[in-house]
């Protein structure tokens, strides 16, 4: 699904990483570890397209957009968690239903802040409302940065059983964690930094 | 096209949630011009000659300030980059931006300049040219700020920044306008001005949410 | 006289207070407009120089003077809600601003109407206009901000500063117009040399002031019951009241 | 008092590593007043009227809209609630912020403005006059519009909730401040407005500062 | 060293904690659990004096200020590692020499970022040039919202470690932590929510 050949990058005058190469296909994990500091954010967003300072190339053998979740919520304080949600699913797909929607929400623990406005949550609730775009989407490629991170202990296994069923039908997972994850399926480590 | 709807939307439903900002431009735009009479003199003849470029840069500057803010909150909050991936081009959601920010300051401004020409003793005549101008000119204003706009998304510089690169693009405006008004208050014919407004929003409709769409992505990849 | 200023302070009791007092508020203000509009429109000779239009003195100056008294009012209710954290004094701020941000407003309007026959002209930059206008942003400022700010607690305090901050400004603001205006004096027109007012001319003035007084009372009041119910909505006296008034 | 200094070193470093919030709200200000001969019309005798009105307006914004930042970053990471546990009263940080940014807004301000005075044909005396005033009138401005600053941030609402909020308390320095100019201009002693601005300016010195403080906290608690 | 009493919070109408009592003394650990949205962190800003809507009464015997850090990273993206440390640290003590500043940025592990801008770290690091005011500052009383997020492996050991010395002199430590924290001392846990 994702071919990525020769790829190294630097960042003022540090070298992040050289001359990397690797392939993740369908229902398959790619971990990538390193330190604070290794260049796990800056490979994330040159997969996805938002930086571009790099030497290598990068191809998705995909037809739909990755979904990408970086450090930033991503979620708009003046909207509740619906239209947050609503409006990011919205990006990709026009398909998707309130009653969806609200599946989601309950899915990722907000059962009864629906209408709350995001900037009226919790650092915590804020990322699930991001979060729950994963049970959403029917991309099939995921390229999540530290989505553990903030979330409580049910959150977490609530999050890995969701990229299990994920990679089940065949989805593809690229993500960084500080914290050990647990899924069913053998995960591949990429580890950058010395 | 259903995204672009889903854009309007979204930003006309932001406005309406805080809905200070939709009147901030509005009132900024008052208390400006209500200065000009207390900096300079109060005496009808001469407010009513300043009249026309005084409303016109109050104007400029309420667009342009309130503009600063077309992207900064998606920016910072993330969803932005998020918009980048979206299944239709930037572009789309670009022009929905803009268009709503259109919607929420410009129009408001040109209803409202009526009074506040004759409160600088402008003429019926003048007001309703100043009406027309406005008009025409804010979208042009929109447009051409949102280029700013994208460029400055990012740098935390305050609304200053963004007027010192798009001022200096919105002096045709300005000159044109203020020469319509006052060929109004004159009861000169101005059709001939307000094709040039015309001709000038159409170039701009064509290449400003371009421009600002490679602006966005500029600003994200770094 | 202290707990009672507490006791006062507590919304429930102030509620009760004010369902005994309005009925009485509201009689004295609906008697005092209307026997004051009837004199001043009827029976007051007209102005021996503007005629029948000086008429609409009788609702403009009331609305201004309410204008510039219901910003103080509102600015001390801050001021007691800075020192004391006094619920109600955010209630009553909260309250206050719309209602004296449209007194003032009327004073435009009404000054406006009344200046087209007299001078000529909608608007002109006179002194007193001006300080209005200036007193009419201060208004809008407050709102502004109140508006702007979604916690409760700390908008409420945010509005107190600013009204204080506009109180403290207020006199500078209007020494500096007036002292602008006679700067700029042969330039324009001035309300300043009026001729003093005859008797049957000021007597309705002040049954009018008096009234607009108490209409203002009555409407704060009922303003301040109403957001009382929004936010003690789940206090058991509110459910009472409701389920009460329900049955 | 070392906190003090502490504070304006940080600030002025920080002015200076993005420079251009340094230069911007002076660009503004220049463009500004430069978009009235434009708007309005180039003749001297009608500029050199109007010239110290439209040059302290432009002033007045220029501090107002470069003021908006003044806590806004601070806020945005976190470093403001750091500051209210200081060692020292947050009034000392809080003017320690107002003075760095009256030394980098309002001073570059009053040394431009005699240039821009000539180019809009106020002689000499008068651009001495409004160089003066605006020496004295700046830090007026810069500690009001701190007062706004404190109550708005952290509320994203782009620079013009502040304008809306704290240009009203602008206006009896503006119509000192010209009044001041003109008498310049007609060669009129103007020591009585100078003793007027720097009373305000002693009043403004006084309860300012606390205010702002304040309004920090409040922000803050949210 | 703290004392609260009765001290109870509701944000927009959700009761998040009512009559809460505890104390925490010289070198002890406090651990406030909870789920995303409990209220860890509003009860941390209201013991800092951070938040004022809440009933009940908290008073520390301390001289000195507690050391706060929250979600926030609360550093100047324009601003040096360096010099943002030396403006945190200045803000509370006067007496902090380079020579320490540097020491601590190492200890956080930083060597080599000492002088750049924290705009052009990553998200770790930025928390970690905040962290490095734990080893300056000698104020005895630590509260510390997810101290651990966004830290990698070796970096949270490290911090453990620097805990432990801290509840060895005698400090006291608040916390709240989504992972698992080993110290020497025993953890003092207060759990929030249902
Ligand atoms: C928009 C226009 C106007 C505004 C904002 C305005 C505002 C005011 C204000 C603030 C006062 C002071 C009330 C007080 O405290 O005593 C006032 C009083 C008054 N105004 Fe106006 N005014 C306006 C137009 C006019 C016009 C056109 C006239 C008629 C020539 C007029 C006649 C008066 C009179 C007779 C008083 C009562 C004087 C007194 O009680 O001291 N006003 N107005
Ligand atoms: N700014 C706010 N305005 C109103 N309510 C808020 C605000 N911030 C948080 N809340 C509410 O307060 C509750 C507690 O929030 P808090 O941030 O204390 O949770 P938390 O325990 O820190 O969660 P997390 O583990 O995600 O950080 C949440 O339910 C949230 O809805
Ligand atoms: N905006 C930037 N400008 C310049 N350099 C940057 C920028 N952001 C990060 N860097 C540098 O790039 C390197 C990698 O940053 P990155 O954010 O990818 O690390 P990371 O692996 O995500 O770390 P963390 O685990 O803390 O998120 C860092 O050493 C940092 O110094
Ligand atoms: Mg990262
Ligand atoms: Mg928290």
């Given at each position: 699904m994702l071919n990525v050949?020769?790829l190294?990058?630097?960042?003022?005058?540090?070298?992040?990483f050289?001359?990397l190469s690797f392939t993740v296909n369908e229902g398959e994990v790619l971990l990538v570890e390193g330190g604070n500091?290794a260049g796990k954010t800056t490979l994330l967003r040159i997969l996805c397209?938002l930086?571009?300072?790099?030497?290598?190339?990068v191809d998705w053998q995909l037809s739909e957009t990755p979904v990408y979740l970086g450090h930033k919520p991503g979620?708009?304080?003046?909207?509740?968690?619906?239209?947050?949600l609503?409006?990011l699913t919205?990006?990709y797909q026009?398909?998707?239903?309130?009653?969806q929607?609200?599946a989601a929400l309950w899915q990722v623990g907000l059962?009864?802040?629906?209408?709350?406005?995001?900037?009226?949550?919790?650092e915590g609730q804020r990322k699930r409302v991001n979060l729950a775009r994963l049970y959403l989407l029917d991309s099939l490629a995921w390229v999540l940065d530290e989505p553990l991170s903030a979330i409580d202990v049910e959150g977490v296994a609530n999050l890995e059983s969701c990229m299990d069923a994920h990679l089940a039908r065949g989805g593809a997972l690229i993500l960084t964690s500080h914290l050990p994850l647990s899924l069913s399926k053998p995960i591949k480590k990429l580890r950058l930094g010395? | 096209?259903?995204?672009?709807?889903?854009?309007?939307?979204?930003?006309?439903?932001?406005?309406?949630?805080?809905?200070?900002?939709?009147?901030?431009?509005?009132?900024?735009?008052?208390?400006?011009?209500?200065?000009?009479?207390?900096?300079?003199?109060?005496?009808?003849?001469?407010?009513?000659?300043?009249?026309?470029?005084?409303?016109?840069?109050?104007?400029?500057?309420?667009?342009?300030?309130?503009?600063?803010?077309?992207?900064?909150?998606?920016?910072?909050?993330?969803?932005?980059?998020l918009?980048?991936f979206?299944?239709?081009?930037?572009?789309?959601?670009?022009?929905?931006?803009?268009?709503?920010?259109?919607?929420?300051?410009?129009?408001?401004?040109?209803?409202?300049?009526?009074?506040?020409?004759?409160?600088?003793?402008?003429?019926?005549?003048?007001?309703?040219?100043?009406?027309?101008?406005?008009?025409?000119?804010?979208?042009?204003?929109?447009?051409?700020?949102?280029?700013?706009?994208?460029?400055?998304?990012?740098?935390?510089?305050?609304?200053?920044?963004?007027?010192?690169?798009?001022?200096?693009?919105?002096?045709?405006?300005?000159?044109?306008?203020?020469?319509?008004?006052?060929?109004?208050?004159?009861?000169?014919?101005?059709?001939?001005?307000?094709?040039?407004?015309?001709?000038?929003?159409?170039?701009?409709?064509?290449?400003?949410?371009?421009?600002?769409?490679?602006?966005?992505?500029?600003?994200?990849?770094? | 006289?202290?707990?009672?200023?507490?006791?006062?302070?507590?919304?429930?009791?102030?509620?009760?207070?004010?369902?005994?007092?309005?009925?009485?508020?509201?009689?004295?203000?609906?008697?005092?407009?209307?026997?004051?509009?009837?004199?001043?429109?009827?029976?007051?000779?007209?102005?021996?120089?503007?005629?029948?239009?000086?008429?609409?003195?009788?609702?403009?100056?009331?609305?201004?003077?309410?204008?510039?008294?219901?910003?103080?009012?509102?600015?001390?209710?801050?001021?007691?809600?800075?020192?004391?954290?006094?619920?109600?004094?955010?209630?009553?701020?909260?309250?206050?601003?719309?209602?004296?941000?449209?007194?003032?407003?009327?004073?435009?309007?009404?000054?406006?109407?009344?200046?087209?026959?007299?001078?000529?002209?909608?608007?002109?930059?006179?002194?007193?206009?001006?300080?209005?206008?200036?007193?009419?942003?201060?208004?809008?400022?407050?709102?502004?901000?109140?508006?702007?700010?979604?916690?409760?607690?700390?908008?409420?305090?945010?509005?107190?500063?600013?009204?204080?901050?506009?109180?403290?400004?207020?006199?500078?603001?209007?020494?500096?117009?007036?002292?602008?205006?006679?700067?700029?004096?042969?330039?324009?027109?001035?309300?300043?040399?009026?001729?003093?007012?005859?008797?049957?001319?000021?007597?309705?003035?002040?049954?009018?002031?008096?009234?607009?007084?108490?209409?203002?009372?009555?409407?704060?009041?009922?303003?301040?019951?109403?957001?009382?119910?929004?936010?003690?909505?789940?206090?058991?006296?509110?459910?009472?009241?409701?389920?009460?008034?329900?049955?």
């Open positions: 050949n020769h190294s990058c630097e960042r003022d005058y540090r070298l992040l050289e001359d500091g397209g930086y571009s300072e790099y030497q290598g190339d979620v708009k304080d003046l909207l509740s968690a619906r239209e947050n609503t409006w919205g990006l026009s398909d998707i239903t309130p009653a929607i609200t059962k009864g802040f629906e209408e709350v406005l995001c900037g009226a949550m919790s010395n | 096209m259903r995204l672009f709807l889903a854009v309007l939307r979204r930003e006309l439903l932001i406005a309406y949630r805080n809905s200070a900002d939709l009147l901030n431009p509005l009132i900024f735009f008052v208390i400006v011009i209500s200065l000009f009479p207390l900096g300079v003199s109060p005496s009808g003849p001469i407010l009513s000659q300043i009249a026309p470029g005084v409303i016109w840069v109050a104007a400029l500057l309420a667009t342009l300030l309130s503009m600063d803010s077309l992207f900064r909150s998606d920016y910072d909050d993330g969803s932005l980059e918009m980048t979206s299944r239709e081009p930037l572009v789309l959601l670009v022009l929905g931006k803009i268009v709503s920010h259109w919607l929420v300051t410009g129009v408001p401004l040109a209803v409202l300049s009526p009074v506040l020409a004759l409160m600088l003793f402008l003429n019926f005549e003048g007001a309703w040219a100043l009406f027309l101008s406005l008009l025409l000119g804010t979208p042009i204003l929109s447009l051409l700020g949102a280029i700013g706009a994208s460029l400055t998304v990012g740098l935390r510089k305050g609304g200053l920044l963004i007027a010192v690169l798009i001022l200096p693009l919105y002096v045709p405006v300005l000159i044109l306008a203020t020469a319509m008004v006052q060929a109004g208050a004159q009861a000169v014919d101005y059709t001939g001005h307000m094709l040039w407004l015309g001709a000038i929003l159409a170039a701009s409709m064509g290449f400003a949410p371009i421009a600002a769409s490679a602006g966005v992505r500029i600003s994200l990849s770094r | 006289m202290w707990n009672w200023f507490h006791r006062l302070g507590a919304p429930k009791s102030f509620y009760e207070l004010s369902s005994k007092l309005l009925p009485w508020l509201s009689l004295l203000a609906t008697v005092f407009l209307a026997s004051g509009a009837v004199w001043g429109l009827v029976f007051a000779p007209p102005d021996y120089q503007q005629g029948d239009s000086a008429r609409i003195m009788y609702v403009h100056v009331p609305a201004s003077i309410l204008a510039q008294s219901s910003y103080l009012m509102m600015a001390t209710a801050g001021l007691v809600f800075l020192v004391w954290r006094i619920k109600l004094a955010d209630i009553a701020l909260q309250c206050a601003a719309p209602i004296g941000a449209s007194f003032t407003f009327l004073a435009l309007v009404t000054g406006a109407i009344w200046g087209k026959p007299t001078w000529g002209t909608w608007w002109v930059w006179d002194a007193r206009l001006t300080s209005t206008l200036l007193l009419f942003f201060l208004f809008v400022g407050v709102i502004a901000l109140r508006s702007a700010m979604d916690n409760r607690d700390s908008a409420g305090r945010a509005a107190a500063v600013l009204a204080l901050v506009g109180v403290v400004n207020l006199p500078i603001i209007k020494y500096s117009v007036d002292w602008w205006f006679t700067l700029h004096q042969s330039s324009s027109f001035s309300l300043t040399e009026k001729p003093a007012m005859p008797s049957e001319m000021w007597l309705p003035l002040l049954t009018m002031v008096l009234g607009f007084y108490l209409f203002f009372f009555v409407a704060w009041m009922l303003r301040i019951r109403v957001e009382i119910l929004n936010r003690e909505i789940r206090t058991q006296w509110v459910r009472d009241k409701l389920t009460g008034a329900r049955v």
